[in-house]
């Protein structure tokens, strides 16, 4: 199987769909956050003390070593934002895993969301100024606001 790369915006499944996906097909899953956070401490911390542009570089290193891993990779949201990590994405297959404000705000942990914490309804705009770089990153699209885990499991599937 071709590495498989989840990019989307924040709370649009790319965590949960890709472990889900990963076990079933009984490949590696790596989550980029998760790396960073095994390190270097929380997120939340790290934006905080040190700025998101450090998290940004943590952030690069971290894709760069799951894709070495292979099988199935979440990243966080602000991934497409640095084009070595575009760069670093090209050749592999990407889901870019699409959903609107509806389907994520009041659902997601936003403690965990140090760009949204103080203000969640900056999601749209977030969304809105890397919708073009999510598509651009991407070799397919999947819609999951309001679809059932194990739907969206199906349709993954029939695109790695
Ligand atoms: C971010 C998304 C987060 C995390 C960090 C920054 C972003 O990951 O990487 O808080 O810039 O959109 P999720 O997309 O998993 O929430």
């Known amino acids: 199987m071709k590495t498989l790369i989840l990019v989307g915006p924040m709370g649009s499944g790319k965590t949960t769909l890709g472990k889900r996906l ?13 790396l960073v956070a095994k390190t270097h401490g929380s997120i939340t911390k790290i934006f905080e003390v040190h700025g998101e542009q450090h998290f940004r570089d943590l952030e690069h290193i971290a894709l760069t070593e799951a894709i070495k891993a292979g099988g199935v990779i979440a990243t966080g949201g602000g ?15 990407v889901v870019f895993l699409d959903t609107a404000a509806e389907f994520v705000l009041g659902k997601i942990n936003l403690e965990k969301r140090p760009l949204l914490k103080d203000n ?22 999947l819609f999951t606001g309001g679809a059932s885990v194990k739907a969206l499991i199906k349709q993954l599937k029939d695109l790695v």
């Open 22 to 34: 990963a076990k079933e097909l009984g490949v590696q899953f790596t989550d980029t956050d998760k």
């Open 120 to 141: 969640p309804e900056r999601w749209q705009t977030i969304y809105d100024e890397r919708k073009k770089l999510y598509e651009e990153a991407a070799t397919a699209t």
């Open 79 to 93: 991934v497409v934002l640095r084009p070595e990590n575009l760069a670093l994405m090209k050749g592999h297959s």
